[in-house]
Each structure stands twice: as structure tokens, then as C-alpha cells.
């Protein structure tokens, strides 16, 4: 399959947030590219499903609360259309362009949600995700770990009940689950590309953590 944007091209720098619902993922992903454009980073940020008109138009079917009765083979594969027009449209060039794309959730999510937890498995889900980003991967994968319990309750206090979308109203085992899913990928990563950060600490001292491993890893000194 002809690619557009071969890996090989790119100079810029892919970070990925992971994690259950209500995490904080959208605030550190505001607050680290403030702190990387500070360090003159050229940064896009961008949310997954989401992100260009054809995306945020398949976001509103695969998380509306309304849709509560959406088969499992449809979630999958609306996240993946999803994905695939995002990293056409925008990921792929943005990186070929040498910019940092911080990401809130990626390929990751479809592996967790739909290979682990919905039962589909991890090599069919990577395999629709290679197809999808056209085998890219993330450099840097900040896993923001809460305890669900938790996680759930920031949603709906900042939310209400009636904000809350498709997933957000699975059982609390559903999304306990998924932390465990989360964590056995972090076992068994072999690339150095996971970082577990405790989320259930304060929205300042998580941002500091963050940015502490940034710097470790020489992408702003």
C-alpha cells in the first residue's frame, strides 16, 4: 500500500495522553504545549475521534449518549475511520514538518477499549491501527493512571450526569478493566515508550512530572 508520509520522512515528535475517563489528559495536553511553545516548539494538539470536520462528525455518533445500543463491530471500526482521516489530514504532515502532535489518546485507546476489554484482541485492533496511522507509532505515551472511581466522579462534577458520553456511562468494572488493560500494556512494553503518571495527585504537581520527563528525554532542555 503506497504511503504519503513514510515514518522515515518524519522530524517531529509524536506524544500521546492514555488513560480512563477523567484523567485530566486535556488539561496537561494544555499546559505542556504552552510550556513547549515557551521552549519554541512548533505544537498542534489534537483530540481523538476528532480533530478535522470528517472526525468530529464521527465523534458525535460513536460517543453520543444516545447511541447506547451501537454494536461493538461499529465502535471499532468508526474509531478507526475516525483515526485514519486524522493522521491523513493533519498527524502525518505535522510531523513530516517537523512539529511536536500532542494527542489526546491515540492508537492505544483502540487497543484497550475495543482489543482488551471489548474482546476483539490486540492483533487485529494493531493491525487496523497500522492501516489506519499508517504504522506510526508514538515516541513518548504518558499514561495519566487514576483509580476509576475517581476518574468518574471529576466527569460528572464537571459535566453533570447529562455530559456524560457512551463510555463514560459503562459500569464502573467496565472501566476498571480498562485501567487494568493499560497497565498490562505498560508491562509489556519493550520500546521505553510508556510513562506512568499518577493522576489522582494535583493538576499542578502532575503538570510538573510531566514536564520533568519532557526534559529527560531531551525534547526541551
Given at each position: 500500500?503506497?504511503?504519503?508520509?513514510?515514518?522515515?520522512?518524519?522530524?517531529?515528535?509524536?506524544?500521546?495522553?492514555?488513560?480512563?475517563?477523567?484523567?485530566?489528559?486535556?488539561?496537561?495536553?494544555?499546559?505542556?504545549?504552552?510550556?513547549?511553545?515557551?521552549c519554541?516548539?512548533?505544537?498542534?494538539?489534537?483530540?481523538?475521534?476528532?480533530?478535522?470536520?470528517?472526525?468530529?462528525?464521527?465523534?458525535?455518533?460513536?460517543?453520543?449518549?444516545?447511541?447506547?445500543?451501537?454494536?461493538?463491530?461499529?465502535?471499532?471500526?468508526?474509531?478507526?475511520?475516525?483515526?485514519?482521516?486524522?493522521?491523513?489530514?493533519?498527524?502525518?504532515?505535522?510531523?513530516?514538518?517537523?512539529?511536536?502532535?500532542?494527542?489526546?489518546?491515540?492508537?492505544?485507546?483502540?487497543?484497550v477499549?475495543?482489543?482488551?476489554?471489548?474482546?476483539?484482541?490486540?492483533?487485529?485492533?494493531?493491525?487496523?491501527?497500522?492501516?489506519?496511522?499508517?504504522?506510526?507509532?508514538?515516541?513518548?505515551?504518558?499514561?495519566?493512571?487514576?483509580?476509576?472511581?475517581?476518574?468518574?466522579?471529576?466527569?460528572?462534577?464537571?459535566?453533570g450526569?447529562?455530559?456524560?458520553?457512551?463510555?463514560?456511562?459503562?459500569?464502573?468494572?467496565?472501566?476498571?478493566?480498562?485501567?487494568?488493560?493499560?497497565?498490562?500494556?505498560?508491562?509489556?512494553?519493550?520500546?521505553?515508550?510508556?510513562?506512568?503518571?499518577?493522576?489522582?495527585?494535583?493538576?499542578?504537581?502532575?503538570?510538573?512530572?510531566?514536564?520533568?520527563e519532557?526534559?529527560?528525554?531531551?525534547?526541551c532542555?
Open positions: 500500500m503506497k504511503t504519503d508520509y513514510p515514518p522515515s520522512n518524519y522530524t517531529g515528535q509524536l506524544i500521546s495522553f492514555e488513560g480512563g475517563e477523567g484523567s485530566g489528559k486535556s488539561t496537561q495536553i494544555q499546559r505542556l504545549q504552552a510550556s513547549l511553545e515557551a519554541g516548539k512548533q505544537v498542534i494538539a489534537l483530540r481523538e475521534p476528532g480533530g478535522t470536520t470528517i472526525s468530529e462528525q464521527i465523534r458525535e455518533v460513536v460517543l453520543s449518549n444516545k447511541n447506547i445500543g451501537m454494536a461493538y463491530t461499529t465502535e471499532v471500526l468508526l474509531f478507526q475511520a475516525a483515526r485514519a482521516q486524522l493522521y491523513r489530514e493533519i498527524v502525518l504532515p505535522s510531523l513530516e514538518a517537523g512539529k511536536v502532535v500532542l494527542m489526546d489518546r491515540t492508537r492505544d485507546s483502540s487497543v477499549y475495543q482489543g482488551i476489554v471489548r474482546g476483539f484482541g490486540e492483533e487485529l485492533i494493531e493491525q487496523l491501527n497500522d492501516i489506519s496511522t499508517k504504522n506510526t507509532r508514538p515516541n513518548i505515551t504518558f499514561l495519566l493512571d487514576v483509580d476509576p472511581e475517581i476518574g468518574l466522579s471529576r466527569r460528572e462534577q464537571a459535566d450526569k447529562q455530559g456524560l458520553n457512551r463510555l463514560d456511562m459503562e459500569s464502573l468494572n467496565f472501566h476498571q478493566q480498562v485501567r487494568e488493560a493499560y497497565l498490562k500494556l505498560v508491562k509489556n512494553d519493550d520500546r521505553d515508550r510508556w510513562v506512568v503518571m499518577d493522576a489522582n495527585q494535583t493538576i499542578d504537581d502532575l503538570e510538573e512530572d510531566i514536564w520533568a519532557i526534559q529527560a528525554r531531551g525534547i532542555a
